[in-house]
């Protein structure tokens, strides 16, 4: 499968793009628990942590539905959509600060994981500017889903800075807690309404906690 602009004449959302596309604030925001309960093991049998494995199932997920894979082009008028999209989550540094860390997709959680370990030693370790250290390869820009880890504490709801013309999808995971017998984390999805409707966020959660079971 190929990049590919999407045809608008036929399409189902481009009452919505036109209605969204217009708005100063047009993304929205939910938050959701998802089931951990056994992840650590689960994850430690392909060499990842917890924290490796949740953002290898979100960016599997993600990459399932069709919406969160769009992006707005020529000034908004028109849609792209991705043959696959990567990932980008913040990593806090030694120094105290944080930094950006690029996570290519690959649909193998133990060669997603030894990838990102390398890499996420090396921006740990850096300080300044937020890219230092980054190594994105070949991975554009345009094709990451912004994601955030704040496991200090359980939160309910959660809202990302965006700049001018920001529409990417924005996924941010919280602290694990228990629940009874269960082990839950809020996760909270940031989407373009142009381009998503609660719909695809339903299917994101569905697809990712199937993805979280599966490792």
Known sequence: MQDRDIPLADWPRRAALAHFRQMAQPAFSVT????V???RERAARHGATPWLAYHHAALEAANAVDGMR???IDDGAGVREFATIHASTTVLRDDGSFGFLTLPRDPSLAAFAARAKHNLH???SASGDLFKADDPGDVRVETLVHMTALPWFAFTAFTHARGHGDDRPKIAFGRFTPQGDRLMMPVAVDVHHALC???HVGRFFQAFQAHLDGI
Do not use: K, M, S
């Open 122 to 124: 090396r921006v740990r």
């Open 197 to 199: 409707d609660g719909v």
């Open 37 to 39: 309960t056994g992840l």
């Open 32 to 35: 959701a628990p998802v089931d």
């Open 70 to 72: 769009q992006t707005l």
